[in-house]
């Protein structure tokens, strides 16, 4: 391997790793955004109490939970 060739590997490294944490950081604020989402619903269902707001609690709770384990995975895994 030549030192270009080495050069070239490096910098392909730095971008991945660039896009990576990019990645992270999206999907952190995306989990937030879920949780902020969890608590307007669980605000809406006190005010305006209907029959399917227990299955929109359940969906809105779940979607929050799929969200954290795919961020906790995302860290894991990269």
């Known amino acids: ?7 070239a590997i490096i910098a ?7 896009i990576k944490l ?3 950081v999206l999907l952190f604020f995306y989990f937030v955004l879920s949780l ?12 305006l109490g209907t029959r399917i707001s227990p299955a929109i609690q359940t969906a809105v709770v ?17």
């Open 12 to 18: 392909l490294l730095n971008i991945w790793l660039f």
């Open 62 to 78: 779940f979607h929050a939970i799929a969200v954290g384990i795919l961020f906790f995975l995302a860290v894991v895994l990269i």
């Open 36 to 47: 902020i989402i969890t608590r307007q619903v669980d605000l809406m269902n006190q005010v």
């Open 1 to 7: 391997m030549t030192v270009e060739n080495i050069a």
């Open 22 to 24: 990019f990645v992270l």
